[in-house]
């Protein structure tokens, strides 16, 4: 099978690791991939909202299978256009948009929730116009105050803030003065939840399911959970304190209630449904939905997959999801985001990257994501450059074998959080 990968961050090379250790797999093409995917396929070009051209791109390889890592281009519309196209004939990994718009739009995700009984934070949703409503609303909350922006802020446009005047700030930088790119034109703001965060996820043609194995992720970009939010600075699998009850109950009262609710509402769905819960007391809450895998979730979810990826695709895809024997390693992994100064903001680009050989003595991957190759040389190319995801017989080893990775890899003004993992080791 041809297959097109698009999209060039950690959760990518993640994917298109597996994809590569797949029996059905012919070729493999990643658009446009990163330093470290070279060796696992044919790198493409592509602008990934260029509808039309990857269209073409998929025409003149022969591509059957498209697999669509990022939300942005889901959130646009690419697997209505490509599926919906008569110049090709191709299964397409992502929903349509109409399924995309629980990521796309946070408002829509919490009136969905509303309107099939899902339990989620109480809310507020705002537009530019109605700026005094939204901070009089404020005032029906004990902080911290949350404020998100609506649409896709690339996982750093919510304000979580104990400060009244700050939240008023983010309301402001959001609603009037259009921040992450007019994101923020509607914000919803909620009540804060106090209780440890966890990540399901389930891959799900929209009637059938499979639960893949649980992360913990961590947002801040600081020890002990300080700083602004980021995409993430690193994760774990499993997580001790996911119980079956609390499994259960996450199943029975947000999975399923959401896989039928979108079938009730005929918004089809051939994807992943990134839930983003909140264990409070004993309950489970939805914090948010993904459309797609989570990053770096995905890094240290996919090693714990024995069975084949690209089979499971192509069963999603067929209608045949039922019928896919999804096998799960008991082993544990955690990854640790190794960042660039500066980042969530602005950092340099372009500093040379050294990674010692004794790297491959380690149980573990380094899957790149914000870098690039250049006359044999390894560069940084974004604020998240490497996701080092350590393996161990539990969890404590894993983490270590992430730091270890992290120790050996060196460029200027390199940073990572040193306590990834370490509440859960707490809480086991």
């Known amino acids: 099978m041809n297959v097109l990968l698009l999209g060039s961050g950690g959760r990518e090379h993640a994917i298109a690791w597996k994809l590569s250790q797949s029996s059905l797999l012919r070729s493999l ?3 446009s991939g990163n330093g470290g995917t070279s060796d696992l396929g044919v790198s493409a070009n592509l602008d990934l909202l260029d509808f039309p051209s990857i269209e073409r791109y998929i025409r003149k390889h022969d591509i059957e299978l498209v697999v669509v890592g990022p939300e942005a281009p889901l959130v646009a519309g690419i697997s209505d ?8 004939n191709v299964k397409v990994v992502g929903p349509r948009k109409a399924g995309a718009m629980i990521e796309g739009s946070k408002e829509f995700a919490k009136k969905f929730m509303a309107r099939h009984n899902i339990p989620t934070a109480r809310y507020g949703s705002f537009g530019e116009e109605e700026f005094d409503d939204a901070v009089a609303f404020l005032d029906s909350f004990n902080p911290p105050y949350v404020i998100k922006a609506d649409g896709l802020a690339a996982g750093k446009g919510v304000v979580i803030t ?34 440890k965060e966890v990540s399901m996820f389930a891959v799900t043609d929209g009637h059938s ?5 649980s992360a913990k992720d961590y947002k801040r970009v600081g020890d002990g959970n300080s700083g602004a939010n980021t995409g993430g600075m690193g994760a774990v699998s499993p997580v001790s304190f996911l119980t079956e009850e609390f499994q259960e109950k996450a199943l029975n009262q947000i999975i399923i209630p959401t896989i039928k609710g979108l079938a009730k509402e005929s918004i089809p769905y ?3 449904v990134f839930f983003g819960l909140i264990k409070v007391g004993s309950d489970p809450f939805v914090i948010e ?3 797609r895998l989570g990053d770096p979730e995905t890094e240290v979810m996919l090693p714990r997959i024995k069975s084949d990826l690209l089979h499971l695709f192509d069963n ?4 045949l999801l039922s019928e896919y024997d999804l096998v799960v390693d008991d082993r544990a992994a955690s990854t640790v985001v190794l960042a660039s100064e500066g980042y969530p903001d602005s950092c340099q680009k372009e500093l040379e ?3 010692d050989e004794t790297v491959s003595q380690i149980d573990g991957h380094v899957f790149h994501s914000g870098t690039r190759e250049s006359r044999r040389k390894l560069l940084t190319n974004g604020g998240r450059v490497l996701a080092l995801t350590g393996r161990g017989n539990n969890l404590k080893e894993a983490i270590k074998n992430s730091y270890a990775l992290a120790e050996r890899i060196q460029f200027q003004g390199a940073f990572y959080r040193t306590d990834i993992g370490q509440d859960v080791l707490e809480d086991a």
Do not use: Q
């Not at 104990?162 to 923020?184: C, H, N, Q, V, Y």
């Open 209 to 213: 399911f499979h639960l893949l194995p």
């Open 353 to 355: 990257i050294r990674i």
């Open 316 to 319: 999603l895809c067929s209608g």
């Open 162 to 195: 104990p400060s009244k005047t700050e939240a008023k700030k983010a309301l402001r930088s959001m609603l009037i003065e259009g921040a992450f790119d007019g994101a923020g034109k509607r914000v919803v703001v909620e009540e804060f939840l106090e209780g």
């Open 29 to 31: 093409h990643l658009a």
């Open 270 to 272: 051939v994807g992943f």
């Open 289 to 291: 939905y993904n459309c």
């Open 81 to 88: 256009y490509l599926e919906e196209s008569t110049k090709i």
